[in-house]
């Protein structure tokens, strides 16, 4: 299994940290019934840890006319929303939520020249709350398709989620598919775009980064 750049750190700390415990508990408690499943919890955990920070190479489903899904989960929010941080417009809201099983990398759902990238620092309230959008530590990119116009792309930290990793530049162009970023466990990506948009996906719906449609343009 590949890991994403994103856990290298992440997985030593948790390592040293498996091996300091480990090792205390033998050196404190002869109990074998308190050792093993010591021993036992450390490897699911860093099992799990390995599992959350792989990274998955899929073949690109690219359309023009198509907005794709950012990420892997749960369609939890298909509504109008008033975007007010750059579009200052109308716009349909789609929000996907990732569990902590689900891959955490994101993508570009369109291509087009990055116009607004900003970073806010925030809280880390349940990402399926309504608020996290608002107040949870988050990224907004903007880009401006050509067949759609501008869509908005917001990576949101969740209760587990501590950190934000966003690989996105202003003046850049965006690759429909390629690497947005990587959120650090359960977490959200909200989708805000025109109100012409024809959505093709459902509320509870599972998608799939890169491979699931989420819109068409008109």
């Not at 690989?167 to 990587?182: I, P, S």
Request: net charge positive; glycine share 6%.
């Amino acid at each position: 299994m590949r890991i994403h750049k994103e856990g290298r750190l992440p997985l030593l700390i948790v390592a040293i940290i498996i091996v300091v415990v480990s090792y205390a508990t033998i050196k404190i408690t002869r109990n074998e019934y308190i050792i093993y499943p010591v021993l036992l919890a450390s490897v699911l955990f860093y099992a799990f840890t390995l599992y959350f920070f792989r990274y998955v190479s899929r073949t690109e489903i690219s359309d023009e006319n198509a907005v794709m899904a950012p990420c892997d989960g749960i369609v939890v929010v298909i509504e109008p929303a008033s975007e007010t941080e750059y579009l200052n417009t109308e716009t349909i809201q789609v929000s996907i939520f990732m569990s902590p099983f689900d891959v955490h990398m994101n993508w570009f759902p369109v291509a087009g020249k990055i116009l607004y990238k900003t970073m806010h620092k925030g809280n880390h309230l349940a990402a399926w709350a309504p608020k996290s959008s608002e107040i949870n530590e988050r990224s907004t990119v903007v880009i401006d398709n050509k067949k759609g116009g501008l869509v908005l792309v917001r990576q949101i930290a969740g209760a587990m989620a501590r950190r934000v990793v966003c690989y996105a530049n202003e003046a850049d162009y965006a690759e429909q598919n390629g690497h947005l970023g990587f959120i650090k466990f359960g977490s959200r990506v909200d989708l805000f775009l025109p109100t012409d948009a024809n959505i093709k996906v459902k509320l509870n719906e599972r998608v799939k980064g890169t491979q699931t449609e989420i819109a068409r343009f008109s």
